[in-house]
């Protein structure tokens, strides 16, 4: 008996799935389909599937065409698989041409036609318009916000302003897909969400006029300057029934992910110190720093209180900040945290390098992120018996931005259910601290 091995997503079967299948079947007498697991496509940066892989799996089943239904759930199971079931021939579409190669050692590889003019992808476009987005402030940030948006389905960025025309010209050059536009205003006229993305103290206004063009937001923290500027903007998003989105990319990390969820089960006892630090030393220091909304606790403060927000979910009971700055730009600032149940503190830097990891210490142990913890794809967590040390690893595709465009269209999409994006109280809660700095309660030492 010859047996005919072929995997895919099969998302929103369609024929072009159904002519492989039958293919793949009359290359043999007995034919395995491996149905992607939900993990394992967000592990390899597929975030746009619609159907879960329960529906996924009934897809291929009713076909009728499959003598066997496995789950793809790890890079690398292909040859386990091949060996396991004692496979003669691996079959994929021609998409894959050249991919597959290295399966030869182990049985024969056949690449089959494609069926033209028909994929998932053109069908979850068609299920649901795309949303047009636009883009206000161009930098690195921007960049790698537009690369991470072609990947999410749902959604297609089309707009781009900046004050600075060369810098839009340098950010458009090889982006056919983009057009400028000359204000905000024309912009957001020709927008239903928009990445708000220039500095921190024109974000206030930005907001707003997204928000009464009808735009959904997404902004680069920090979001708000005051208490009094968040409330203001929620209280019109409510208004308008538009989600107003931090673009807190840590969080949406599969690994920071589950490190929250671990450490809410309790795997290191009751949460008592966290400690987090950042940092950055850009290469054009000199010209950030005559921006003062670029320093260390503007630029780098929502990111290290987001940890300690999530994990304590209180108020804190009192705060100690400590900034070291040069004509009026903080190049790092140490601050002190007290909450209810525990103490935390933070050490930021901009143009100042710190060891930037994240530790979370708790009455059975403690949980350790090493450097840069904002971008983690593993953790430690660590007892009393180092010869029992846990290591979790979790890959993502990219540079994560892309998990953070799927959960803020998701919201936009499913406005009731809950994701585990920055609530609206932890951003509130951030921003009473970096109000605090941003009205000067904080102790200045003169950098010489
Ligand atoms: N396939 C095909 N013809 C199509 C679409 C898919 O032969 N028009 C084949 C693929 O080559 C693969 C299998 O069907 O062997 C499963 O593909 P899958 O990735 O699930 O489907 P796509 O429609 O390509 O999905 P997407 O658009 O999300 O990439």
Redesign the pocket.
Known sequence: MKKVI?Y????LL?H??V??LKRAKALGDYLIVGVTADGFDKERG?L?VSQSLAERIENVRQTGIADQIIVEEYEGQKISDIQKYGVDIFT?????VGKFDYLSEYCQVVY?P???G?????LRANAKPTLRLGIIGVDHVAERFFVAGKTVSGMEITAVYDPDPQKMTKFCRGKSTLERYESVEALLADCGAVLINSDPDKHYEHILSALDAGCHVICTPPMFLTLEMAQECYRRADEKGLILFEAMKTLYFPAFEHMLLLVKSGVIGAVKDIDVSCSQVPEQMEQIAKNKYLGSLYDWGSTALMPIIKIYESECTGCDLTSFQKEGFSYFTRGFLHYPNGTASIRVGKGMKVEGELVITGTKGYLYVPAPWWRTDYFEVRTEDLRNVKKYYYSYEGDGFRYMIYNFLYRINNPERYTIQHTRQDVLRATALLERFHKGECTLVELG
Do not use: M
């Open positions: 072929t895919g997503t099969y998302d369609h072009g799935h002519a492989l597929k746009n994929i579409g021609s998409d894959w089959l494609r069926t033209r028909i994929s998932s992808t053109s």
